[in-house]
């Protein structure tokens, strides 16, 4: 009977799964004070940079994770490798107001986030798991702020799932605020449904995005400028 319950739970935990998405940002001029210590440096990722990159993969599946990540690089997005005493240990991404529409990352879409000249949209910035515990997350990540701010960016957006403990940990010690909340749908890991809208998982094959999904319906207009 306990295996058969065990089953059951397992069946449900695919078929529907709830979430919560905070969305956050970092003002990166009159927001608190960046402190970079020089710990870590961050370079911008170029193709040069693939092998580094399939080294580190990310957490769960490398295959896709390596997959998702040249298809960062073929979209133009914009990157840091971080690197402490010559060793890469972790990279983040990011884009901004300059790309044209259909190349934005579609996570954008689906919490509504819409960027001004000057403001940044950052996702999956990640330290591979034997460098953490050391600072090199905090260190990293200020680091990466400060680059923007040389970059002339003003501000920093991004979100982060509600459950994500240490994640926000980490946002909230180097100066990012909550915004806002988004609830979130699943359903048999292929369809998302977000604030009203009804996406549907991408294939490794599809364009421009071979990662994330892609909107199929709204009842709410889109989100604008």
Known sequence: ??????????????AYKHGEAVVIERDLV????IRDEGRVSVVPI???HMSS????????????????????????YRGYLAMCDGTAIGYGWWVDASFPS?????????????LQPGELYAFEIFVAPQFRGMGMATAFMQATLQGWLSDGYRRAIGFVDARNLAARTLYRMTGWTDTRRCVTHTLFKRLLVVDGQVFLRNRPSSRPHSFDYRLVYSRKPAATG
Do not use: K, W
């Open 53 to 76: 990159l399939d080294t580190l993969g990310a957490d769960g599946n490398a295959e896709s994770a390596r997959r998702r990540i040249r298809n960062y690089v073929e979209l133009g």
């Open 1 to 14: 009977m306990r295996a058969l319950r065990g089953r059951a739970a397992a069946m449900v935990r695919f």
């Open 102 to 114: 259909e190349r934005l990352h579609p996570a954008m879409q689906q919490y509504r986030i819409v």
């Open 46 to 48: 170029v193709p040069d």
């Open 30 to 33: 009159d927001g608190a004070p």
